[in-house]
Nanobody, 126 residues
């Protein structure tokens, strides 16, 4: 199971940190990604991190502003969002998929992920 939290209302230029807690056995075997969905739009990839934490990937729209990290001892993946823009407003979801040890590839397609959190709303005012 995945539990996302940390969303809220923030002014443009501000920051938020989202958390995704991964419960269950062998949580360290999972690559984790963040997706977001704005009203009337499809769910899109934001960024992801490999099971080892050694590889990350980001959508072009958030590169340089968002950072993903994971703390294995806490079974938690974080999405640090800085310099937020109104167009970042969306419901943010974390998702995970089990990967083989040594595989650092991070998929960007929603269909690749088996487990999803409930979503947390991020609203950026102008």
């Amino acid at each position: 199971q995945l539990q996302a939290s940390g969303g809220g209302l923030v002014q443009a230029g501000g920051s938020l940190r989202l958390s995704c807690v991964i419960s269950g056995p062998s949580s360290s075997r999972y690559a984790v990604a963040w997706f977001r969905q704005a009203p009337g739009k499809e769910r899109e990839f934001v960024g992801g991190i490999s099971r080892s934490g050694g590889n990350t990937d980001y959508a072009n729209s958030v590169k340089g502003r968002f950072t993903i990290s994971r703390v294995s001892t806490k079974n938690t993946v974080y999405l640090q969002m800085n310099s937020l823009k109104p167009e970042d407003t969306a419901v943010y979801y974390c998702a995970s998929k089990q990967t083989i040890l040594g595989v650092e590839f991070i998929g960007t397609d929603t269909n690749e992920y088996n487990y999803w959190g409930q979503g947390t709303q991020v609203t950026v005012s102008s």
